[in-house]
C-alpha cells in the first residue's frame, strides 16, 4: 500500500485544452473525493464515488468537468475547454469510513 | 448546517515556543473532528481525529488537541515548535449526510528562528 497516488504532479496547459488527471486510491477504500484548492484557501468539494457509483457533485462542477471511477478502482478527473480559473490545485482522497487519506494533488496551470 | 471557523489566517510563533491554533465548530450532534496539515505545494496529511470517548487525543509530530463541547471548539497544541512545522493547517468536521468533510479556511504557521 502506497497511499493515494495522483498523477501528474504538474500539468501546464494552454486554454481551451482538454486535461485529464488520475487518481489511485488505496485499494480497501470504497470511497473517493476530488476537491479543489487555490491559494490561500482551504479544500473546495467537487464530487464524490461509493464504489463506481457518483453519488454527489458539486454546484462547482460546470458542465466542463466530468469524472469517472470504472470498476470502483481508479479514478479520472477531466476538464474540456480549459480557463484560466481552473487553474488550482486538483485533490484525491480516499476513506473506507470516517478520515481521509489525500494524494499529493495535480497542480493545473492554465495559460 | 454544519461549519468550521478557523480564526487566525496567520499564527507567527518562535522556534522552541509553544502552540495553539483555533478551531470551532457548529454541529447538532457529536462531530467527528479533524486536523490536517499542509506543507507549501502538497498535499493533506492527516494529524489527528476525534470520534468519541477522551477528550484530548495525541496525533502524530507530537501534536495533541482537546475537544470542548461546551465551547465548541477543537483546538490543536503543540508544546515546542520546530521550523519543520510551518505549514497551513486544517480543521475540519464531517457532514452528517455522508462521508464529505467540512473545512475551515487553515491557519497558515509560520515560524521565527
Known amino acids: 500500500d502506497t497511499g493515494v497516488s495522483q498523477n501528474p504532479r504538474h500539468k501546464i496547459t494552454k486554454r481551451g485544452q482538454n486535461v485529464t488527471f488520475r487518481c489511485d486510491p488505496i485499494?480497501?477504500?470504497?470511497?473517493l473525493y476530488w476537491y479543489r484548492q487555490t491559494l490561500g484557501q482551504g479544500p473546495e468539494f467537487l464530487t464524490y464515488?461509493?464504489?463506481?457509483?457518483?453519488?454527489?457533485k458539486s454546484r462547482l462542477l460546470s458542465d466542463r468537468f466530468s469524472a469517472e471511477r470504472p470498476k470502483g478502482s481508479f479514478s479520472t478527473l477531466e476538464i474540456q475547454r480549459t480557463e484560466q480559473g481552473d487553474s488550482a490545485m486538483y485533490l484525491c482522497?480516499?476513506?473506507?469510513?470516517?478520515?481521509?487519506?489525500f494524494g499529493s494533488g495535480t497542480r493545473l496551470t492554465v495559460v | 448546517a454544519q461549519s468550521v471557523t478557523q480564526p487566525d489566517i496567520h499564527i507567527t510563533v518562535s522556534e522552541g515556543a509553544s502552540l495553539e491554533l483555533r478551531c470551532n465548530y457548529s454541529?447538532?450532534?457529536?462531530?467527528?473532528l479533524f486536523w490536517y496539515v499542509q506543507s507549501p505545494g502538497q498535499g493533506l496529511q492527516l494529524l489527528l481525529k476525534?470520534?468519541?470517548?477522551d477528550t484530548l487525543v495525541q496525533g502524530i509530530k507530537g501534536f495533541e488537541a482537546e475537544f470542548k463541547r461546551s465551547q465548541s471548539s477543537f483546538n490543536l497544541r503543540k508544546p515546542s515548535v520546530h521550523w519543520s512545522d510551518a505549514a497551513e493547517y486544517f480543521c475540519?468536521?464531517?457532514?452528517?449526510?455522508?462521508?464529505?468533510?467540512?473545512w475551515g479556511a487553515g491557519t497558515k504557521l509560520i515560524i521565527k528562528p
Open positions: 482522497a480516499s476513506s473506507f469510513s470516517y478520515g481521509y487519506t
Open positions: 485499494s480497501e477504500h470504497n470511497r
Open positions: 464515488f461509493q464504489n463506481e457509483a457518483q453519488l454527489e
Open positions: 454541529y447538532g450532534a457529536t462531530p467527528y
Open positions: 476525534y470520534f468519541s470517548g
Open positions: 475540519a468536521v464531517h457532514r452528517d449526510s455522508n462521508y464529505q468533510l467540512i
